[in-house]
Structure formats: structure tokens, C-alpha cells
């Protein structure tokens, strides 16, 4: 037990046992004055009756007792000189306008095995505002909203600072994969290379057949013809698609070289040179 607490029921039992009058409980009621909204009174009750212990039959329940009192759960506690005492608290749930007087209600507390129950004496309490009192038409007097705390955010700044360096780490080092990627392709890749090399040719030019099998010889590591073709998709499958394409292009490439020249329909070797590049650089390693 809290020394307080001991204190305050050894205090109860000498002041109560003055002031108790015959069938009454010695109590020790709550200070009458500075309550307001949500505070708690105290009011103990000495389980004694004729220098005899009382024994309750059920404790009081938590329940509303008035428009301004709530009871709380009760309790039994031992003073330091053995005497034992009920510990009932009520919470003030409502405010008035102005200063008030309420009351704490007598109420009895039933004995065990039929002894005559204990009456406790009601009670006044006085209980304040939450506002001072104002006139009629004039505004309530308001405090000033308090200023939000300071919060110290050096070490989210350092956190938000290292990841936005990670993060312009990786679009620096994106861009330059993408930048080398390109150049690699104009330089390395076979259809790359042809395509900057057709650019501001006419299409049915040599100039610009030639440009386009040295692509297709490049691709498959030999110089093809139209009846070596399949060394080419073996060594690039991934331009089976266009193969149709592809044994067209031959076909007419010897017509313009070996026979008549171009039909009107020819294919243009800047179109399907274009379609090879862009499987070829799906595909490049």
C-alpha cells in the first residue's frame, strides 16, 4: 500500500470516528471544493460496526449515480493499523456554467448474512466551469493554439540526401548503359552499321544492296547466296521472322546484279534493314 493511501485511511478512521452518529458508517468524505470535469472524489468507508468488522454482502457497482457523478469500481483496503476500509471513487462527467454545488447521494451498503446494512451519508461537493463565466453576447475567452512541437529532421534530411544520391547513381548509370548501347550498336552490330550506312541512298541503287549483304555476310561469318541462306538462320535464328523478307531480298538482288534489274515492287533495303536492326539489337548479348 502506498504511503499516501495509508495515511489518508488512518486519517479517515480517527476523524470519522468523531463524527459518525448511531446506524451511520464512519466515513471519510471527499474534500468539498476544486473539482471540475473528470476529477475523482474519494470517499472511504470504514467496514466496522461497534468496534465489530463489517463484512459487505456485494460491493457497491460501477453506475451513474446522478447528471454529474459516475462510481467507479470499488475496492477494500487495509489501513497501516489493520482496519480495513471500502475505497469508493466517483468521477465528476459534467460541467456547469458556472460554480455549483452537487451532491454525492447516501446510499447503503448491505451486509452479509442478513446483518443490518451500513448507511452512508450523502455528501456536497463543489465543482467549477471549464470556462470562466461570461456575460450574455460576449465572446468566451480563448487561448492561443500552442505551437506545434519542434521536430528535429537533420537525420531525415541526411536519409533523403544518401537516397537521392542512390537514385541519381542509378539514372547516371542507366543513361550511360543506354548511351553505350547505342554506340555500340551503331558500331558493332552488322545491321546497325548498314542502316547509317543507306542512309541518303536511293533504294534501288547497288550501292545500297551491297551495303545490306555485307550485313547478311557480317551476321553469318560467310559470304552468303541465295542457296546458302540457312548458314544464316542458324547462326541468328532470331531473324526467322523476316525470313520470307530476307530470301526476298536475295531473289531480287540477282535480278539487279545477274538479270533484267528491279521489279516495280522491289523491296527497299533501307525498310528491311531497318526491321533486321531492330531484331537484332533484341537480340545482341
Known amino acids: 500500500m502506498r504511503p499516501v493511501r495509508a495515511l489518508l485511511l488512518a486519517g479517515a478512521m ?22 471540475t470535469v473528470g ?31 459516475e462510481r467507479r469500481a470499488a475496492r477494500v483496503e487495509a489501513a497501516a493499523d489493520g482496519s480495513r476500509w471500502l475505497v469508493v471513487e466517483y468521477q465528476v462527467v459534467n460541467a456547469p456554467r458556472s460554480l455549483a454545488t452537487i451532491a454525492v447521494p447516501a446510499w447503503e451498503l448491505p451486509g452479509s448474512a442478513g446483518a443490518a446494512p451500513l448507511r452512508v451519508a450523502p455528501a456536497a461537493l463543489s465543482v467549477g466551469p471549464l470556462t470562466p463565466p461570461a456575460r450574455a453576447g460576449e465572446p468566451l475567452p480563448l487561448r492561443p493554439d500552442r505551437a506545434a512541437p519542434v521536430i528535429d529532421t537533420l537525420a531525415m534530411q541526411r536519409t533523403l540526401m544518401l ?10 548509370a542507366w543513361l550511360a548503359y543506354s548511351g553505350w548501347s547505342a554506340w555500340r550498336a551503331r558500331t558493332t552490330l552488322p545491321f546497325a552499321h548498314a542502316l547509317r550506312a543507306l542512309r541518303g541512298q536511293q533504294p534501288a541503287t547497288p550501292a545500297a544492296y551491297l551495303a545490306l549483304h555485307q550485313a547478311f555476310d ?24 523476316l525470313r520470307p523478307q530476307v ?39
Do not use: K, M, N
Open 14 to 35: 480517527l476523524a470519522g470516528a468523531a463524527l459518525a452518529a448511531p446506524g451511520e458508517a464512519v466515513v471519510r468524505q471527499p474534500r468539498g471544493f476544486g473539482y
Open 39 to 69: 476529477d475523482i472524489a474519494v470517499q472511504l468507508v470504514l467496514l466496522a460496526r461497534d468496534g465489530r468488522p463489517f463484512e459487505p454482502a456485494t460491493l457497491p457497482p460501477p453506475a451513474r449515480v446522478s447528471a454529474w457523478l
Open 163 to 172: 537516397w537521392l544520391a542512390a537514385l541519381a547513381t542509378c539514372v547516371a
Open 218 to 241: 557480317r551476321t553469318a561469318g560467310r559470304v552468303l547466296h541465295p542457296g546458302s541462306l540457312d548458314a544464316l538462320f542458324e547462326r541468328a535464328p532470331h531473324l526467322q521472322p
Open 247 to 285: 530470301e526476298g531480298f536475295y531473289a531480287q538482288s540477282a535480278q539487279l546484279f545477274f538479270g533484267q534489274g528491279l521489279p516495280a515492287d522491289a523491296v527497299s533495303p533501307q525498310a528491311l534493314c531497318r526491321d533486321l536492326s531492330r531484331l537484332e539489337r533484341r537480340h545482341a548479348p
